[in-house]
């Protein structure tokens, strides 16, 4: 591998991989392709593109014959494909939108990569390598065993439906045109960088803010939470050890359910300002700034339309093949995101323009 293109590089997963590959790898050039949709972030491509070797561009995955042109002058020989709408709430307001990007603008980079690799003389060898996840086989039942490689996809949400079409679209270059393709599967990410409308950083933002926190139904649909740096090892290890033609699960993390993952970061968030009292007076609209407790805004709401109970992944042939370690997670890791938050409060609250600054508002009414 010589020349990388991220795409979605200036989102969560995508921004994390640009810097693990950029620290591994000096040398090595990294192109970043990112739309700056409502999911990402400028100030976080400006960052990446102070790195040594990376560049970025503002464009659409969907965009060919740009795709094309870049991956000509660059010469990429690799591309690593996170550019999605990742928001299961959002494709159940609006499906359209997760169809045009997850569906035709990977098979527009497919195409575009089709086209430019497949055709060079000598053929240089290559790979296009697909973001995929867990939530394509759909439900994990009470006591079945974690879904293979192998497994048929069961898709319930609209997100989950466009990630599973695009997976099949990656495939079917491999086995139509012969482009070398991988696909890897990871559960639920945390780290530093994720956009606030997400489980974990929108707990603790919510709660530093003053706002209820809502809790889908019962609480107790069960998921896989994995460190962020840990998934990008695993990519990594795709990226260099796996088969064309290959899928791989990089699984594993800290399996809780929401209800306990919500009370574990109110928790986390309380020991935080007990042993930080300047916290209260940066947060003055949390209820920890008034001695009461995180988890006093958990409020449970009307569950997500198909929602599903569980997911699991099996990391056998990963562990085999690639060496990949899964981590079983641990409260100390999620310890440092809530520290991460705590202190990155410029960077979550361009999210929420409509967020006067804590200094300005009034305390809520006793
Ligand atoms: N976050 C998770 O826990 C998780 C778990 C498993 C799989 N995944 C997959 O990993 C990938 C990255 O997820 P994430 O959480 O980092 O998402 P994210 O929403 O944080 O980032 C997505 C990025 O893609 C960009 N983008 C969107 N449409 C684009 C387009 N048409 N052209 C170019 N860029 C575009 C956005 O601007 C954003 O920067 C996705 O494919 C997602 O399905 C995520």
Redesign the pocket.
Known sequence: MTALLV??G?????SNFVRHWQARFPGQRILV?????Y??NPATLEQLQALPDVTAEV????DQERVSALLRRHRIDTIVN??????VDRSIAGPATVVV?NVL?TQALLEASRRVWLQQSPRRSCRFHQ????EVYGELAVGQPPFRESDPYHPSSPYAAS?AAADHLVYAYGRTYGLPVSVSH????YGPF??PE?LIPLTITRVLQGATVPVYGDGLQRRCWLPVATHCLGIEAVLRRGRAGGSYHLGGGLELSNLELLQQLCGLLDQRFQAQPQLAAEYPLSPMARGEPAASLLRHVTDRPGHDRRYGLDTGRAVRELGFAPEAGSLAELGVVVDWYLRQRPWWRYFLPDEAPCSQRRQPQA
């Open positions: 795409t979605g200036a989102g969560f997963i995508g392709l990112d739309r700056l949709t999911a990402a464009g659409d995955i969907a996170f550019a999605a709408e990742s928001h990007t603008g973001i995929s996840t867990d990630k990871s559960g639920n990410n994720q956009h997400k």
